[in-house]
């Protein structure tokens, strides 16, 4: 048997696995109570105007759950529908399930695999991204966390860039991304000179996992496996840090000195150089060990704000 | 015939020369004076080759030559394998050229298609690779050839390196002809690593300062493979490899074909199929086997061009591949074409378009993609002699009649794909686009990439039709229908004359193969993604960028 066979057969991918499967991954076996699932029907109002079909669970999977032992409330975006985007019920659903969280005194773990809004339901998507941000910052002020896991083959773009930006911790594995506006839509705007988004190493030396977790984008880098996710998961959930101005403001001055400090840089690893990474060229061929060793010294880490 | 004079080429090639030379140091041709040269090299009406395929390209020397002024150079009648670069219509736009003879176009297909309805290009034919590369030896032999080479030494002796393609063909039909040859080459050196191409055939030699340009074509992303695909390849390893005991063949580029390679290590290996197929190749190297070779399945493979990113592993697995004393891998199209017709039992390949004859094409009445090497792997080779069991068992199938000693054996020609392909565009059709494009352009033979008596399985993710068995053709259009899943054509179909059909073994559903679809997974696909083809390859295939997702 070749080695990449039997890889295969061990490591369940994050990146390849459904939303369901995912949760069914990382959370205790048998512990998932789902939250309006496929039986309740609830799709959305809007996409069969536009004659494209819909999904009963409107691309989110939402409930409760217990991970590690630890009771949480838990979200999964399925990327493979509407690229995992916001629409009005897709966003209703995260609302509730953070706010009923916050009445339960619960943490939150966020699979994000996402494009954005959808631009079919392009209004409601971005009251639910402003209605999200709420219900996180509400959640953290009152000392519990939301972790964002973010490794889907949609990335993480969008409003769905900036609830990654509110959570309290990210874990990231190397295919996950995570940007606010997406490699084509810089593209059109800047020019091919500005952002090849064809250039898909490109792509990942900007806004791909290793840069984020270099850059204090993300807190934790894993491979991308769903034990690793879980692991990473149960690690995070045991920290708790609350949500306060202080924090913020750390957070601001961290984010100005990193403009100064890289703001001239065209490309991710010219970031990582000036970070003073040996050698920032075998960095994207690194496996998460070699990566993990190579960096800890030099990452950035946030001020658990991002 | 007395008085006459014999040897008129000889001259006009050293008039050539002489002219040339003029713009050079010794063999030796600055880019900068490319204009002044070429207008000293090149006649207007010239026959002339300017080397590119689907994957190599004389980038500069193209360039070039779409810039010159056309009242000096025109005319020129362009006889090459690939109309692929903007600046290979440019020059017909200018009137630099006039006339074509090709036979790829992928890139530019829909520009060509535009031209070619507006009479801009005045079109000879579109050709299989090797029928073109055959002409250049009869009717249509280049009074000048642009190629590219890795290096040149300062005697012109040049090295193709792994993509040495056309190259050879293209200068032995020149040169040996009295006619002009030009090399673009990426850097001169003291010496070449091996000698592809001797010096006394090239005359001038162009120092580009960067390597020719390569399309990675033949790459195809795991990632990206669906669980259909992989429903037919089950289909086609169970249903064709392994009863035919196919071991010498040919694969298409598609999805459907990257699928087989990938399923080999682990679906072919439950079905103990190594060592029983799939140990010799016409192919280029193609990422999506690494898994494969690795596993020990392939014996030998040999290529009609090379693969960006590949060479390293392929250097490193000189077992497997042709390699040249230095290591690298040596490609020659016209000797892979020619082993892919007559030294392989199947071909497999997925189409856009097949009919109720089984006819199937790639042209849509807009695009004309050309055809490359399909319809020349994708057909039955009647100057074969030489019998192999698959070949023996498809002519008895097809034949019962006929005493086995005097029967022809058959070719495996396999089309496979979804009923419903790209943007949900049925793949079975009453009547193929390249009729309407025939029409269109007053073309005597329509764009058919293979012929329906050349075609003997046809694969879908609704089972296999095995069109060797059909004994008349009714049998032979409910067969494909059988198979042609919700189609309009599929949902025409006889169901009484179908189950039949199916009693007989002509059509084979899932079930009938022991394949259950539910586990049609891609946990099964030996690597998912460019990363884990890295990993298989121990780090030795290095994917381009476009590729990477890290």
């Known amino acids: ?306 | 015939m007395p008085g006459k004079n014999w040897t008129t080429q000889k001259a006009a090639l050293a008039e050539r020369i002489d002219g040339g030379s003029r713009f050079a140091a010794g063999k030796r041709v600055q880019p900068g004076d490319l204009c002044a040269f070429f207008e000293a090299v090149l006649r207007p009406g010239d026959r002339v080759c300017l080397e590119g395929d689907n994957q190599k390209q004389a980038d500069l020397l193209a360039q070039a030559l779409a810039e010159l002024n056309p009242t000096r150079v025109n005319d020129l009648h362009m006889v090459q394998s690939g109309i692929v670069l903007p600046e290979h219509l440019d020059m017909f736009e200018k009137g630099i050229a006039k006339r074509l003879d090709y036979s790829y176009s992928g890139p530019q297909s829909a520009r060509i298609a535009r031209m070619l309805f507006s009479g801009k290009i005045e079109l000879g034919a579109v050709h299989t690779y090797l029928e073109l590369f055959a002409r250049y030896f009869i009717d249509l032999t280049p009074n000048v050839a642009l190629i590219a080479a890795v290096s040149a030494d300062r005697d012109g002796n040049l090295y193709t390196g792994p993509n040495t393609e056309d190259t050879p063909t293209v200068v032995e039909a020149t040169s040996y002809k009295s006619g002009l040859v030009v090399a673009q080459v990426g850097e001169i050196v003291e010496r070449v690593p091996r000698v592809d191409i001797p010096g006394d055939l090239v005359h001038f030699v162009v120092p580009a300062g960067k390597p020719f340009f390569v399309e990675p074509l033949f790459t195809r992303d795991p990632a990206a493979i669906t669980e259909t695909q992989i429903l037919t390849a089950m289909l086609a390893i169970k249903g064709i490899y392994a009863p035919y005991r196919v071991r010498r063949l040919n694969h298409g580029i598609g999805f459907n074909t990257a699928a087989i390679e990938l399923l080999l290590p682990t679906y072919g290996e439950k079905l103990g199929l190594r060592g029983q197929v799939c140990t010799h190749f016409a192919l280029n190297p193609h990422p999506s086997l690494i898994p494969a070779i690795e596993a020990g399945w392939v014996e030998q493979i040999h290529s009609f061009g090379s693969e960006v990113g590949m060479e390293d592993y392929i250097a490193a697995r000189s077992d497997v591949f042709f390699t040249g004393p230095d290591g690298s891998l040596r490609s020659n199209r016209a000797f892979c074409q020619t082993a892919g017709l007559y030294a392989c039992d199947m071909f497999i390949g997925s189409t856009l378009q097949i009919d109720l004859a089984g006819n199937s094409s790639t042209v849509t009445t807009s695009r004309v993609a050309g055809f490359g090497g399909a319809p020349n792997m994708g057909s039955d080779p009647h100057g074969r002699r030489h019998p192999s069991a698959p070949w023996l068992q498809a002519g008895k199938e097809a034949d019962d009649t006929t005493p086995p000693l005097l029967r022809r054996g058959r070719k495996l020609v396999v089309q496979i794909g979804e009923s419903f392909g790209a943007k949900n565009e049925p793949l079975f059709v009453e009547r193929l686009d390249a009729l309407s494009l025939a029409e269109k352009l007053n073309l005597e033979l329509a764009p058919v990439m293979v012929y329906a008596d050349d075609v003997t399985h046809i694969v879908t993710e609704e089972g296999i039709a095995n069109l060797l068995l059909c004994r008349d053709k009714n049998e032979h259009e409910q067969a494909i229908r059988g198979v042609a899943g919700y189609t309009e054509i599929g949902r025409q179909r006889d169901h009484k004359m179908v189950e039949r059909l199916r009693a007989r073994g002509v059509i084979q559903r899932p079930e009938d193969l022991g394949i259950d679809p539910l586990d049609a997974d891609r946990n099964l696909l030996a690597a998912r993604s460019m990363k884990d083809l890295m990993r298989a390859s121990g780090g030795l295939y290095q994917p381009p960028s476009r590729f990477r997702n890290w």
């Open chain 1, 1 to 306: 048997m070749s080695q990449a066979a039997t890889t295969t057969q061990r490591r369940v991918s994050w990146f390849e696995a459904t939303a369901r499967q995912r949760l069914a991954a990382l959370l205790d076996p048998g512990s998932f109570t789902e939250f309006l699932g496929p039986a309740a029907r609830e799709i959305s109002p809007h996409l069969a105007l536009f004659g494209l079909p819909a999904q009963f669970d409107d691309g989110i999977v939402i409930g409760q759950a217990k991970l590690g032992g630890h009771e949480v409330f838990a979200a999964a975006q399925e990327g493979r529908f509407m690229g995992g985007a916001f629409g009005e019920v897709h966003g209703a659903k995260l609302v509730g399930l953070l706010r009923a969280a916050k009445a339960a005194s619960r943490d939150a773990v966020l699979l994000l695999d996402t494009g954005g809004v959808r631009l079919q339901e392009a209004n409601a998507g971005e009251l639910a991204i402003s209605e999200i941000i709420r219900a996180i910052v509400d959640l953290r002020a009152e000392g519990n966390s939301v972790i964002g896991l973010i490794g889907g083959r949609a990335g993480c773009f969008g409003g769905g860039g900036i609830i990654a930006g509110c959570c309290t911790r990210l874990i990231v594995s190397e295919p996950g991304r995570i940007s606010v506006s997406g490699p084509e839509v810089i593209e059109t705007n800047r020019g091919v000179e500005e952002f090849d988004s064809q250039d898909r190493a490109f792509v990942w030396r900007t806004m791909g996992g290793k840069h984020r977790y270099l850059t204090g984008g993300a807190d934790c880098f894993v491979d991308d496996d769903t034990t690793a996710f879980r692991a990473a998961a149960i690690e995070t959930l045991a920290g708790r840090t609350p949500l306060t101005v202080s924090v913020l403001e750390a957070e601001q001055a961290r984010l100005k000195a990193r403009l100064k400090r890289f703001g001239a840089a065209k490309d991710g690893s010219e970031v990582w150089q000036a970070l003073g990474v040996t050698n920032p060229a075998s960095v994207p061929g690194m496996d998460t060990e070699e990566f993990l060793n190579a960096t800890k010294a030099v990452r950035e880490s946030a001020d658990d704000a991002r």
